[in-house]
């Protein structure tokens, strides 16, 4: 019998979103009789009180189920399967992990039934309330001599085995295994923790989380994948719900996602999955392309063998991959591949950012066309060339940029109120961050053209309160104290008219309000600190104006972060009350900020209107999870030893769960192979992914001082067209 379903082979921008969508559209068509059961409603049912009849009230009509590798691309490929088919059929795009926590949460009631849970509606745990919950419950045996052994800090060591329990959960490894699964892949390694105590730790943890309704993204997958799949309750509502798949990039998705395509393909939908062999930009992070390629099997394989449209990679491709893997190869590369090269870093990025500009100035290629690639940016790297580029008005939008919450100004400015406000947080609140705060609060925001861009340098700024005036007022009129740390009228300053009339209002006004605030809180007439954070921002940031994006993401963050660690609170708290101080959940909210484990990201991330005009920051990781394409690339450090590891951290333990080397050890040669393919992945990727010129930018040394020489370097020196400082200036 010919299969219905269609496997999609070919590399990156060889038209397989478009095949896939195609494949859609010809499926919908009113001839084709196999798709017309899509389409017919079902009759509802009465609800009742047990747990099949309120599944059945769930149902909706059949649709088709869609996937993509990350949020981005769900959005994206969304949007061009409801055009192209004018809306007309039900279609739920998400991704992998997005639509495991949907369904556990949706069928949250069947599995109270099997696991004998407690009656609660579970509540997602974020990773960084994750790790610190996590920490709490194991720090009674995570003494110094665990942590000595493991030759890691605690944060570290946390992270590492919280990831543990999630690589087991997308490979659909149970947790009571992985213990088994490390004893076979680490084997005689004695530099790391013992097996059976990282598992007892899961284990503990895991339990933990169920009996207070709390899921993380492992405990999500592992329940989908253990108890959902396997359930037939839950097989007949989705093989109801869902009688096709698309899935795009599945080099990309975890191993557990095979096994919900094969009960789909096996209940009779059909299915059409995308592949790119030159992709897995996930692998080592969860990803098992190799166990997805199984599925082909059971699809018509469709080879897509064109290349990209305007790109180098079929002129520069195999003369790339054989000077990196064959470096006594002499070989010269095509005047297309430019060199940037200097002795040090610092001078690096000063004639990348000046070779952008200049070409931009003399209309050679747009901001919009012009992309900076590194294995890692580093705040020095990203501020300086923002900085140059910014100067000479060239906009730069830095991909999926995720700083620290507390790396921004305002953030800090609002948690120093916190502590002025709340009484017991003294301890929290010093000098420099008053005079950081009364900057912030009093600033009046004038947003220039340049409002969307990534730095608060970037726009005009006026502030009624400077730097210097705020200095004085924080030195004369801040009293510490662990309890109720005090700011005084600004008469209390001798020589308090040079503060200025403006100033002097301005300071006046926040005081007048801090007042009002402490007032309120001591009448319990604030109801929690999600509230006087709003009204800070309301009355001192906002103000009727328009806010920078940065700058609203940022803010939109702490919001969402503030509701969901009180949220947690509030559940732990109804099921075991603890004892303490009325403001021990700010001081660790605010210490978990200061830690720097929460990031800006915010939704949407597409800008609205058409294409920015602005030249695009990224790593290799956020470039090639975002599949974008530019016509000019900039490689910054290509003499970097980051390159061979593609600019993302494999997780620890990561190649132990592949399915197809299941618990086997991972040896020096392994990782020499790996690093291998994932560096010919990485220049096959990207230079699919340029249609016009490569400049690989060199610096002798490193910011560390330390020569340069990673695997790419061969293509630095088989560069004939060279760009050195003299020519620049």
Known sequence: MVSHSVWIVGTSRSGKTSRLVEQFCSWVQPENQYIESFYTKKPGRKKSGNVTE???????????LVLAANDDNRRELGDIIVTSTLGKYPVRAKTPLGFFQDEVILFWPLLINSLNLKAQFPVRLRPETEQELATKLWRPQLDEEILRVAGVNESRLVRRILD???????????????????????????????PELLASLLLDWRNWCLERGLLTYG????????????????????????????ADDVDDYPSVARLLFELLLDQGAVGAFSYNPDGAVRLGLGADPNYLEGLAERCRVEILTSPPAESLGEQLTKQMVELVTEPMVVLSLPEIVHSIQTTSRAQLLRQTAEVIANAIQLQQVQPEQVVIIAPGLDAIARYTLVEILVKQNIQVESLNDQRPLISSPVIRALLTMLALVYPGLGRLVDRDAVAEMLVVLSRKQQVSENSSLVTDAINRVSTDIDPVRAG????????????RPNLLPVSSFERWDRIGYAATTAYNKILQWL???????ELRL???PISLLDRAIQRFLWNGSNLPYEQLAALRELLETAQHYWEIDTRLRQIAPVETTPHTTIIEFIQLLRRGTITANAYPVRPIGGVRKAVTLATIFQYRSSRRSHRWHFW??????????????????APFFLRDRLGEPWTAEDEKLAQEQRLRRILTDLLSRVSERVYLCHSDLAV????????????????VTVISEATVN
């Open 219 to 246: 405990i999500i997958t592992e329940l989908y994948s253990k108890y959902l799949l396997s359930d037939r309750n839950y097989q007949q509502h989705l093989t109801k719900r869902y009688q096709a798949v698309l």
């Open 526 to 528: 604030i109801p929690s």
């Open 472 to 483: 004085l007022i924080a030195d004369y009129c801040f009293v510490p104290h662990p309890s």
């Open 636 to 653: 910054l450090d290509a003499g970097s030893p980051l390159w061979a590891k593609g600019g993302a951290a494999t997780l620890f333990g």
């Open 704 to 719: 560390n001082g330390q020569e340069q020489l990673g695997p790419l370097l061969p293509l630095v020196n088989a560069c």
């Open 54 to 64: 309120f599944l059945d009230i769930k149902q909706t009509e059949p649709g088709v």
């Open 515 to 521: 007042e009002e605030q402490r007032s309120q809180q």
């Open 164 to 194: 543990l329990l999630q690589l087991a959960a997308y490979s659909g490894v149970p947790c009571e295994n992985i213990a088994q699964i490390l004893v076979k892949g680490l084997g005689e390694n004695t530099t790391t923790l013992e």
